[in-house]
């Protein structure tokens, strides 16, 4: 299987995060995809459009990247890291 990343149009990018870089999203495919710093990137999958909007209100309020991958994504989704 290819590793594809994401198109970066719709990347949100999180420079207050010491955790991610940026994160994006797929509505196609459903696909979460988070870059974290040390340049690890991972695919989460099958992700709700509506947990993909409630990520990016977090981000885009200064809430917390990486809480809300741990707390929300991690242990719900599948993953594969690229």
């Known amino acids: 299987m290819k590793k594809i990343r994401l198109q970066k149009e719709n990347a949100v990018y999180t ?47 200064g809430g917390s990247s990486g809480i809300f991958v741990n707390t929300y994504i991690k242990p719900q989704f599948k993953y594969r890291r690229l």
């Not at 207050?16 to 870089?21: A, H, K, L, M, P």
């Not at 696909?31 to 459009?49: C, D, F, T």
């Open 15 to 61: 420079p207050s995060s010491g955790t991610t870089i940026l994160v994006n999203y797929s509505k196609k495919d459903h696909i979460l995809e988070v870059e974290y710093h040390g340049g690890r990137v991972y695919h989460y999958s099958p992700v709700p459009n509506k947990v993909w909007e409630e990520y990016k209100s977090v981000i885009e309020s």
